[in-house]
């Protein structure tokens, strides 16, 4: 085929590809537009998945009734003046490309009023030209309606998926802008069926409760932001809030994962990460926070420019971004869980602490929830004192607290002890070793070979004595002191192993996490009281004292109101 420029409507509609993939790209961007105009409420209607209607409609500022149709060219915006301004851009759009990209693919119906007094304009596109121009009285605002989104381009609607998939994008799109703009009202209907409606109060719980559940929102800490943050000459921290999930609130997938920059709904794999470190050794392997994460920066210091929908963003320093998340989040983990009180007689119990009080719900009846399981409001606080009772099964430590019953498992509770203990030494560089009574000869796999050359020194580090003999085979002299002595061959292997299978990022918690495994007791152990009182009180003085360094829990606990429901004494 000879080259030739593209007719204009095929050349638009490919263009509007990049911006319109699905129905809920259209959501979103009627949904900025609305953000951006001001608005303080902002309703969506979809029929059909989105390919039939879609209606957004919100009492934003309007367009004044001359700048109605200039909306509608390409490259138009009311938002961006200047390449400069693209460096600090404070609202959600700035391309001046989604409304010229719907009408390019879609019927399309403005009516909008810049002020209540004056009669509003409407105006009518079809594949991108006007039929129909005219005024039409409504309040101050902008409703857009959307209808028969894709019909002249057939091969984009072949892709679309069934409806219900596509309503749950749309749902997906409208519940990331309720969270991320809490003071605005939000409320979506899907076919006719109310999905949502958030109160617009400016809490961000509140908007958590409708798009979340109350289930999930009781189970929430709150991110603090720390005080002394933001500009610093150079080096500039950014402000991280939101809420976070407690470990016990966790999910099979990613999805409730929520990033927001100034305010923008993002995906990043990094921040993702940088949460799900935070949560390590608390969560079980392959279960998922739940978490959303607000990060404020200057606008200089993100550009948004990088991605056809937006979706992605990139930071001027990516790095400091994610020590501030992974900060934030560890932080609010870590002081739920503040170290125990050593010098609490462990005799004689006080009332317990007050339980947090960090979901105050305003407006709801919170009458319907004491029916409800009793749930720990957060499950990561520190153990109070125990007194050891005895044993069941050689396996779990029965002990009584201030309020009621706690089952400890005894291996879990001493993975947890001995993790600490290691990484401790390891963060000061002081690990204690034991030299074994003559050097024995190791030898390894190929592929074990492969990762022990490359981690030898973090392998040196954490206080093996090695030295490599040849044919795969290596000198051991000395290992950690924590380590037991009979179990000390298999903990080497699986870790090696696990490195093989690529499961070890970060060497020194990987071998402070084996270490603690196979030098923990045993599960069938019989301890004597002695022991048990000994490895509970060296429990409690942990960090985390409720989960293994695998996340699994260390203690069950029973509290007083449990059993005297069991027991039917209420
Ligand atoms: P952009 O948002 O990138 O500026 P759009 O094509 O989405 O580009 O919108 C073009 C212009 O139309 C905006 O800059 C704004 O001035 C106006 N506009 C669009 N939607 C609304 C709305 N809901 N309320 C007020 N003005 C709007
Ligand atoms: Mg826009």
Redesign the pocket.
Known sequence: MPIKVLDKTVASQIAAGEVVERPASVVK?LV???L??GASQISVEAQGGGVNLIRVT?N????PAAEVEV?FSRF????VGSIADLESITTF????????SIAAVAEVEIV?AADAGLAGASLSLNNGTVVNRGRQARSRG?TISVRNLFHTVPARLKFLKSTSTENSHIARVVSEYALSCPEVRFSLTLDGRDVLSTPGSGGLLDAIIEVYGLEVARNLLEVKAADDVWQDDDVFIPLVTGMIGSPALNRANRDYLSFFVNRRSINSRLLSWAVEEAYHGLLMQGRHPVAIINISVPPEEVDVNIHPTKAEVKFRQERAVFVAVQRAVRGTLVELAPAPRIDEPTTTYGAPPPPKQLWAIPGKDMAPMAESPVVEPVLLVSLPALRVLGQVDSTYIVTEGPDGLYLVDQHAAHERVLYEKFREQQSLQQIDIQGLLEPVSFEVSPQQDEVLRNSYQQLVESGFSLESFGDRTYLIRAIPALLDRKNWQAMVRELLDNAVEGKVTNWADGIAVTLACHSAVRAGKSLTQEEMRELIQQLEQTRMPRTCPHGRPTVIHLSSRQLEKEFHRT
């Open positions: 961007e900025e537009n609305s951006d105009a919100d934003g500022s309007g367009i909306a138009a915006t009311s938002k759009g700035f391309r001046g490309e989604a409304l010229p909008t902008t």
